[in-house]
């Protein structure tokens, strides 16, 4: 994000009230989803095995599928198991320059993905052996790149829970 001033975090907390009071409903009077879950989420790949070899060997997400991207003649589609029957997935995009990652509006900040506590930090130990820079927070919050500039989170944290906030 590139700014040049700092913002008011007053008006700011102001207006998150704002909202909150007019569209956040308490737990019981909410009503149900339409959806039936995070089917998956697609992220670009430009090199099939090396993020293969990342997602599975470092971050411990076993690939589910490999197959053809139907919308992308020689394209890959590939899937891999976070948990819960949730799938993060890739494409690669052969002979077309897509450029590097970029933080963009509308685009993609990061995927925040829950980890058991005791696995949490076996994984935070197995980015440090693969040389993956990454920043711990809050001690349960590790950030870091794949190796395409995806930034990604693992959360300690359970689901539906944000540093002890429940948030489902």
């Not at 909202?19 to 430009?46: D, F, K, Q």
């Not at 690939?63 to 198991?81: A, K, M, Q, V, W």
């Not at 052996?129 to 927070?137: C, K, M, S, T, W």
Request: negative net charge.
């Amino acid at each position: 994000m590139s700014t040049t001033e700092r913002p008011d975090t007053a008006a700011a907390e102001t207006e998150r009230a704002r909202i909150r009071a007019a569209h956040l409903r308490p737990v019981g009077e909410r009503p149900a989803t339409t959806a039936r879950g995070l089917h998956h989420t697609a992220l670009i790949s430009s090199d099939v095995e090396r993020t293969v070899r990342f997602y599975q060997d470092v971050l411990g997400f076993p690939l589910t599928e490999l197959i053809d991207n139907r919308d992308y003649p020689g394209s890959s589609h590939f899937f891999f198991n976070i948990g819960n029957g949730n799938l993060i997935a890739f494409f690669d995009f052969p002979g077309l320059d897509v450029g590097p990652y970029a933080e963009v509006l509308g685009g993609l900040h990061h995927v925040a993905i829950s980890v058991d506590p005791a696995r949490w930090r076996e994984l935070v130990q197995r980015l440090t052996d693969a040389g993956v820079p990454h920043e711990v927070h809050s001690g349960v919050s590790v950030y870091f790149r794949d190796p395409d500039g995806a930034r990604l989170e693992l959360i300690a944290d359970p689901l539906g829970e944000m540093y002890g906030q429940h948030v489902l």
